[in-house]
């Protein structure tokens, strides 16, 4: 009985879970142990870091089991290992968030303050995969598939953005030092978004290749190339940046929507991928 519920709802249930996992263990595990304004230790922001990689993942591949038996499970690891595409999709998710990010920050070292100069921080890509390769286990390889039997790409991809970064916003308050302020709010606003941007990209890009693997990558990018290039700044020149940088990113998203509206309109009502995304939601007969 439990199964067939969890079958007939399995979106709800799929972010349930996903917050469930992520979020309850930061209040749990994490909140209770730092001290608000305070930068947590270490060991916590360890801990942050694999509740936020464990909640979508493991959400995903328990959705995926519980709806599509062994038969929905080959089926993400195929699209997890699907790699043979046009490289034209491997520039767009690997030099869309770079770019942008150098051209705003440039721009702004040039003709504002050098202090907006790109940094410059290797470690942010380890991140970036980490994170990527993981969280895209739930989110593209079964929360987007599934929101996409109920809704067309454009309305699922904006759903999905809005709920992905609410989920960040726990990790984010606890990661900040857990202070409540006006401050906080806007610098969680200028996160999210360009947050909602990207998964309209990302959302795109799925549904013209089917591959989660090519998810995973973009996901890297964005988180690595946010943590990797972003410079040291108080908080009022950050916003500008952040701000300036999201505008350009809606460009180019609503761009390329009113492109494929314009010039391909099959596409956004009958997804080249209809049938992967289905697939999740099979019983696996």
């Not at 960040?168 to 709010?185: E, I, K, L």
Request: proline fraction near 6%; hydrophobic fraction near 55%.
């Amino acid at each position: 009985m439990l199964r067939n519920s969890l079958r007939r709802h399995a979106v709800v249930a799929y972010f349930v879970l996903a917050f469930a996992m992520t979020w309850g263990a930061i209040l749990l595990l994490i909140l209770p142990n730092i001290t608000p304004g305070a930068q947590a230790a270490p060991l916590y922001f360890a801990l942050l870091f694999l509740f936020m990689l464990c909640g979508p993942s493991i959400a995903g591949v328990t959705m995926t089991a519980v709806t599509g038996g062994r038969a929905g499970l080959v089926a993400l690891a195929h699209r997890m290992r699907k790699w043979r595409l046009p490289l034209r999709w491997y520039a767009v998710a690997t030099l869309t968030v770079p770019v942008t990010t150098l051209i705003v920050l440039s721009a702004l070292a040039i003709f504002v303050a050098p202090a907006y100069a790109p940094g410059f921080q290797p470690i942010g890509l380890v991140i970036g995969l980490i994170a990527g390769f993981f969280e895209e286990i739930g989110w593209t390889g079964f929360a987007l598939p599934a929101l996409q039997t109920r809704f067309r790409p454009l309305a699922a991809g904006l759903i999905f953005g809005l709920i992905w970064a609410v989920w960040h916003g726990m990790a984010d308050f606890v990661g900040t030092g857990a202070t409540p302020s006006t401050q906080w709010a806007l610098n969680y606003l200028a996160f999210c978004v360009p947050l909602v941007a990207y998964r309209l990209l990302m959302t795109w890009v799925y549904n013209h290749t089917g591959s989660v693997l090519l998810a995973q990558w973009m996901h890297a990018w964005y988180t690595g190339t946010l943590i990797m290039l972003s410079p040291a700044l108080l908080a009022p020149m950050s916003l500008i940046w952040q701000g300036l940088w999201a505008v350009l990113l809606w460009v180019i998203v609503v761009g390329v929507y009113l492109y494929e509206r314009t010039h391909k309109p099959a596409r956004l009502t009958e997804p080249k991928h209809q049938a992967l995304r289905n697939s999740q939601l099979q019983t696996g007969e």
